[in-house]
């Protein structure tokens, strides 16, 4: 599925988790909608072009623009060097931050998922940060549909985000909900492509439908019925 697939049913799920969750205040089920949204799209982080990807990153053009820069730039500090020209350091620093400019999105990722296994071994932070930490920082170098699409690690995630929220305010508990109803309906719009979602452990099991074409009409129409079913929910609910 594509984004507009994804968050349709992500809201969807969203927003039938809230219809079996009674009593709820407007707020925390505002946060539950959103964070069903955007957990809709998360998995996507392993695709180095999907639309949660692209906000971390310049565009391709860009991206190729800064390699080449980089490269002339590494290439001028070398020469001025051989050629005992003053300060070559800065053709080669210059290179270097053109070059991590180019890598944002794998800056960002290892870079937060570092962080948070840090605060997992200095500051004892819920196993949860140490989850996520681990998936953050090799996210830009597993395979698209690898591991994070897997049903073993969202059913790991899902016990993580549960056990941490378990303790925490209603607005935190209804964080965690959205975010792994977006997940998980994340997972069965792709089970449903060409392309589907495989088993971690069972390398064999794999989950393909072939019912919808990525971007297709079909898709589109799903996305419009997704969207009318969760107002009408959300009407019913309050």
């Not at 819920?126 to 073993?152: D, N, Q, T, Y």
């Not at 393909?208 to 019913?236: D, F, H, K």
Request: with cysteine.
């Amino acid at each position: 599925m594509n984004r507009q697939g994804h968050v349709g049913l992500a809201i969807l799920a969203g927003s039938a988790v809230l219809y079996f969750t009674p009593h709820v205040p407007v707020v925390p089920s505002a946060v539950l909608i959103s964070a069903a949204g955007i957990g809709g799209l998360l998995p996507d982080l392993d695709h180095k072009t999907s639309t949660v990807s692209n906000k971390l990153q310049f565009s391709s053009r860009t991206r190729r623009k800064l390699k080449g820069l980089s490269g002339l730039s590494l290439g001028m500090g070398i020469l001025w060097y051989v050629l005992q020209q003053p300060m070559p350091w800065v053709w080669i620093v210059v290179g270097l931050i053109l070059a991590m400019a180019s890598r944002l999105r794998m800056l960002i990722l290892s870079g937060l998922g570092l962080l948070l296994i840090a605060g997992y071994e200095l500051y004892g932070l819920h196993w949860l940060s140490l989850l996520a930490g681990a998936a953050l920082l090799v996210m830009p170098f597993v395979k698209h549909r690898g591991i994070i699409h897997s049903p073993e690690f969202a059913g790991v995630l899902s016990v993580s985000v549960v056990s941490f929220t378990a303790t925490q305010p209603l607005l935190f508990q209804a964080l965690g909900l959205g975010l792994l109803a977006g997940w998980w309906s994340h997972l069965v719009g792709d089970s449903v492509t060409v392309e589907g979602i495989r088993s971690v452990l069972i390398p064999r099991l794999k989950v393909a439908l072939n019912i919808l074409r990525n971007g297709g009409a079909a898709e589109r129409w799903i996305a419009r019925g997704c969207w009318v079913s969760s107002i009408a929910l959300w009407l019913i609910t309050f």
